[in-house]
């Protein structure tokens, strides 16, 4: 969930979008740590590598 930017069942749903011509079954939360631990860790070596330049 991303109440700020998400598209999916925060801030916008575009799953339910009316005007799509596919219809997606959302279920929420599936290896969530785990997503969450790899973006940190990415942003953590994007932001190490720009000080290093």
Do not use: C, W
Not at 31 to 42: D, I, P, V, W, Y
């Amino acid at each position: 969930m991303d109440p700020k930017a998400g598209a999916v069942g925060s801030l916008y749903n575009l799953v339910e979008e009316p005007r799509h011509n596919h219809r997606l079954q959302v279920t929420s939360g599936i290896l969530a740590e785990e997503s969450r631990q790899l973006l940190k860790t990415f942003f953590e070596r994007l932001r190490t590598k720009r000080r290093e330049n």
